[in-house]
């Protein structure tokens, strides 16, 4: 999806997993992120009403502003429909870097940004 919307690069871990702190180091390090999106299942409430673990975080590696998450949430309540690109599957078990189309996707060994 971040592929066929325009996202002109996505970065992850080796197998995708991370702990908050983690992926909040990963932002911080990540040359030019601008945020990260974080899949959760820790503390966050599921269920209709809520945000199913989904977590916006800034550039700084910490939970984005409320007046942006606000927006986000607004947003979505006006979606009508979304694209997913036709690409071959990229595999995030090891570092490294694939192309899909104009969004390039990095695979990075998260202890190689750790302090």
């Not at 990963?26 to 977590?55: Q, W, Y």
């Not at 694939?98 to 750790?114: R, Y």
Request: proline share 6%.
């Amino acid at each position: 999806m971040a592929c066929t919307h325009g996202v002109g690069r996505v970065v992850t871990t080796t197998d995708g997993i991370l702990s908050t702190p983690a992926a909040s180091h990963l932002i911080r390090t990540s040359s030019g992120c601008i945020g990260g999106i974080i899949l959760s299942a820790s503390h966050n409430p599921g269920g209709p009403e809520e945000d199913f673990g989904v977590k916006v975080n800034g550039a700084n590696g910490g939970p984005a502003p409320e007046k942006l998450s606000d927006a986000i949430h607004l947003a979505t309540l006006n979606l009508e429909s979304y694209a997913i690109a036709e690409a071959a599957t990229v595999c995030l078990g090891r570092p490294g870097r694939h192309q899909l189309g104009t969004t390039a996707v990095v695979s990075a060994q998260v202890w190689a940004h750790l302090p």
